[in-house]
C-alpha cells in the first residue's frame, strides 16, 4: 500500500505527459508521485514484476497496488478517481464527439514518429504526405464539430490533453525535417487549434531545445534508447543533462556525429 498512486515514466516521454497535463489543470500536481525510469538501462526486476514482464511506460500502481497500463487508459483512470469535475465531456454526446476525435491521434503519432525515424531521403515526401492528410482530415473534424472556435469545444480538454504533448514532440519534425503547415484553408483550423494547445499554460512541462536533443537518436532511427551505429551513449542518457549539450546537426541523413560532438561524454 503506499499514498499516492504512482507512474513510472520517462520524464520527456509524451504519454506521461499527458498525466502531468490533467494533473496541472485539475490543480493537483503532487496527487501522484512519478518515479523516474532509464530507458537506457534495463529495467528494474522489480517493476517487471509489477507489469508482468512488459516494458512500455508509463505505468501508474495505484494505491492498493494494481497495475494499469497504456496512457488513454491512466488518463482516464485519473480523471474519473481525482477529486473534482471531470476533464472529459459530462454530456454523452459531446464526450463521444471527443473521443471521435481522439480515435485520430494513434495514426497521427504514427505518421510523425515513422516520419521522423526515417532514414531514406527518397520517401521523405510519402511520410509528409501521411502527416499531411491526417492533419487535414482533423482540421475537417474541427471545420464540422466548431469552426469558429478554438478548441474542440469552448475550453481546453480531454482531446487537448491528448493531443498536445504530440504537438510538441513534433518540434523534431520541424527542426530535421523543416516541417510546417502549409497555408490555406485546408489547415487553418487545425493549425490555430494546434497553437492554442501548445500555449497553454498547463502544457509547459518540456521545451522545444530539449526535444530536439534528445529525440536526436529517433531522428537517426534509433528509438527508445537503443544506439546508432558507432554511438556509446543515447541521447537519452540523463548525464549530462540536455542544457549542457550543444544542439545536434540538422541533417539527420548524414548519419550520426560522435558521443563528444553530441555532448554526451562528461
Known sequence: MTEKHIVYHIPVCPFSQRLEILLALRGQTDAVEFRVVDITKPRDPELLAKTRGTT?????????????????????????????????????????????????????????????????????????????????????????QNPKGTYLFEDFGLAEAVFTPMFKRFWFLDYYEDFELPAGSAYDRVRAWRNACMAHPATEQVVEEEIVKLYYDYALGAGNGALPEGRTVSSFAFEPGWKSRPMPPKDKYAGTVSDGTLGLIA
Open 56 to 144: 512500455a511506460l508509463p505505468v501508474l500502481e495505484t494505491i492498493d497496488g494494481r497495475i494499469l497500463k497504456e496512457s488513454l487508459v491512466i488518463l482516464r483512470y485519473l480523471d474519473e478517481a481525482l477529486d473534482g469535475p471531470p476533464l472529459r465531456r459530462s454530456d454523452p454526446l459531446e464526450h463521444a464527439i471527443e473521443s471521435m476525435l481522439i480515435a485520430r491521434e494513434g495514426p497521427f503519432t504514427m505518421a510523425g514518429y515513422l516520419f521522423v525515424m526515417n532514414q531514406d531521403r527518397a520517401r521523405r515526401d510519402e511520410h509528409l504526405e501521411k502527416l499531411l492528410a491526417i492533419y487535414r482530415d482533423i482540421n475537417d473534424f474541427l471545420v464540422d
